[in-house]
């Protein structure tokens, strides 16, 4: 199984970003699958999931700014973050079956 990250980088406070997780032997309607995050102090936090049925859910924090979906086709695992904010500066990493990527730095900034 490998999963690689992409789509971080810096943006403006209120600002959005999408973040894809591409999968390989794997399948996205499969797996439960996620992302976490790592913020600079090195504590790491939930963002939320998706299930093999494709129902979501979302930890408080982000509930309602940040959408995870998926692309069957594609394989592949999105996060769409809206309305970003200064504390969600964090190395962005995706989960699925045990595995984790490598992640993508995502940095919310004026």
């Known amino acids: 199984v490998q999963l690689v990250e992409s789509g971080g980088g810096l943006v403006q406070p209120g600002g959005s970003l999408n973040l894809s997780c591409a999968a390989s032997?794997?399948?996205?309607?499969?797996?439960?699958m996620g992302w976490y995050r790592q913020f600079p102090d090195k504590s790491r936090a939930p963002i939320g999931h998706?299930?093999?049925?494709?129902?979501?859910s979302y930890q408080d924090s982000v509930q309602g700014r940040f959408t995870i979906s998926r692309n069957i086709a594609m394989n592949l695992l999105y996060l769409r973050m809206t309305d970003l904010k200064p504390e969600d500066t964090a190395v962005y990493y995706c989960?699925?079956?045990?595995?984790w990527g490598q992640g993508t730095q995502v940095t919310v900034s004026s």
């Open positions: 989960f699925a079956g045990g595995n």
């Open positions: 032997g794997i399948r996205v309607d499969n797996a439960f």
């Open positions: 998706i299930s093999r049925d494709g129902s979501t």
